[in-house]
């Protein structure tokens, strides 16, 4: 937990964005004890776990790391009481939508998480419509990248798939505030599609001030909390996205939405006594 700034009340932190590192967990358990060691430093209680992006190169199947994902879960599932499913869109439909089913009932994973530029594919891939019903279908939560540099996930994109799926459903844009550009492109998205929401992932205080703008149009209830951590490397030395929601000028009852419930009523998680 974090203090309220304005008033020192404690307020529980869920981190919703960690990448987990390819081994993390099984064979390389001490990277794993680098990020909880990470986690206890900042205040973070909690996070939501997910495969390797592909960024580093990782060749493992879908299979193998979404029963990673799970087995790091199922170890520590007070730090990670959540993962998500990866999807690999070079598989046939029936495939994906087979291990989508797989993960979901077999490992418990909560929700499914895709980095289109990292599998070379456009956001608005034809199999996502069918994961997105499915999805739907299942009450998963899928959270997409839409990362400012990547033309592959474009916020347009992201518009276009939610309107081919016809679902209603919740989605999470993921470093929704990478850029500028993306992040005013996003909130237009947001205004038109209620079913989005985005995280903090890769904000920095060049785009942070775009956080007010999101607050006023779509208000403290669709607003997650990420750090977008990867330990290998490490990627940032000091969780800017956390501490820019603790000092908002909001009441404490919409910090701790933003940082810890919010995401834990996406995920189908139990708030702690």
């Known amino acids: 937990m974090l203090p309220d700034p304005k008033n ?26 680098r990020r909880i060691q990470l986690m206890d430093s900042f205040g973070i209680d909690a996070a939501c776990l997910m495969p390797p992006s592909g960024a580093f190169g990782d060749s493992a199947s879908m299979e ?12 520590h599932p007070d730090r990670f009481p959540a993962g998500l499913i990866h999807l690999d869109l070079s598989h046939a439909e029936t495939t994906v939508l087979a291990e989508l089913e797989r ?7 909560h929700g499914v998480v895709f980095h289109h530029r990292f599998q070379g594919v456009f956001l608005d891939h034809p199999t996502m419509v069918s994961v997105l019903r499915r999805c739907a279908d299942r009450g998963l939560t899928v959270f997409i990248h839409v990362v ?56 920095n205080a060049a785009v942070g001030y775009a956080l007010d703008a999101f607050l006023g149009e779509i208000g403290p209830e669709r607003i ?3 750090t977008d951590l990867y330990m ?3 990627n940032y030395h000091f969780p800017f996205a956390i501490h820019e929601a603790l000092h ?19 995920l189908g998680l139990p708030t702690p006594l």
């Open 224 to 226: 997650l909390v990420g």
């Open 8 to 33: 020192g009340t404690s307020i529980r932190i869920l981190d919703v964005h960690h990448h987990l590192a390819a081994g993390e967990g099984t064979d390389r358990p001490d990277v794993l004890s």
């Open 64 to 75: 193998d790391m979404n029963d990673a994902t799970a087995s790091v879960c199922g170890q």
């Open 103 to 109: 993960a979901h009932s077999q490992l418990g994973l």
């Open 148 to 203: 400012g540099e990547s033309t592959l996930e474009s916020a347009w994109r992201l518009e276009a798939l939610i309107e081919k799926a016809g679902t209603n459903s919740p989605i999470v844009a993921l470093d929704a505030f990478s850029s500028s550009d993306r992040a005013f492109d996003v909130l237009r998205l947001c205004i038109r599609k209620p079913n989005v929401f985005v995280d903090l992932g890769a904000m």
């Open 232 to 234: 290998e490397p490490t």
């Open 248 to 266: 908002l000028e909001l009441d404490t009852g919409s910090k701790q939405q933003m940082l810890d419930g919010n995401a834990r009523r996406l």
